[in-house]
Antibody, heavy 120, light 105 residues
């Protein structure tokens, strides 16, 4: 069974760039799409974007100008960079595996999430 | 922009049937997925492609999707079903989530 684990700093300052990594175990990166999502405390889920093993990406238009995703198959992990942070980016960040992207893609496996706080 | 609308809360007595709805324009033309999120936990996929259950999800959870409304139905609700439920769909290259419905049993 695939497992996903997010890692990265828990505290960031405004205007900085967040870097998170999701390490995948129990399965290959290939043949799946890999996504980042986030959830502010007490609020709903927001999709940030996804990446495929060949590097193809798709980002949420509302975040596109600040998001960069990458994948490293040799390390079995994929990464998120989010620039120009503000307090509004404070949230739990999840990585997830997406299945059936052409038939109503859905997220069948999730990481445990990592809290990122943006504060001066 | 496209939105998925869910009622903020639903309350049922144990053993009763809970219906959680998700509405959006022409939603029946899209595939809907549902997630359960208990406090302090990651979301868990409970239904996908409108009606399919992942391994380990009990048969008393079922789904439908027609016209402008998708419904997650939980038969014989149990206290373990208490959680926030989110619907999700793709709309023009973007993933959309409903605002979530808190189910109280």
């Amino acid at each position: 069974q695939v497992q996903l684990q997010e890692s990265g700093p828990g505290l960031m300052k405004p205007s900085e760039t967040l870097s998170l990594t999701c390490t995948v175990s129990g399965g290959p990166l290939s043949t799946y799409y890999w996504s980042w999502l986030r959830q502010p405390a007490g609020k709903g889920l927001e999709w940030i974007g996804r990446i495929y093993i060949n590097g193809n990406t798709k980002y949420n238009p509302s975040l596109k100008s600040r998001v960069t995703m990458s994948v490293d198959s040799s390390k079995n992990h994929f990464s998120l960079k989010l620039s120009s942070l503000t307090a509004a980016d404070t949230a739990v960040y999840y990585c997830a595996r997406e299945v059936c992207p052409t038939q109503g893609g859905f997220f069948e496996s999730w990481g445990q999430g990592t809290l990122v706080t943006v504060s001066s | 922009s496209y939105e998925l609308t869910q009622s903020p809360s639903v309350s049922v007595s144990p053993g009763q049937t809970a219906s959680i709805t998700c509405s959006g324009d022409n939603l029946g033309e899209k595939y809907i997925s549902w997630y359960r999120q208990r406090p302090g936990q990651s979301p868990l996929l409970v239904l996908y492609q409108d009606v399919k259950r992942p391994s380990g999800i009990p048969e008393r959870l079922s789904g439908s999707n027609s016209r402008n409304t998708a419904t997650l139905t939980i038969s014989g609700a149990e206290t373990m079903d208490e959680a926030v439920y989110y619907c999700q769909a793709w709309h023009f290259n973007k993933v959309i989530f409903g605002g979530g419905t808190e189910l109280t049993v």
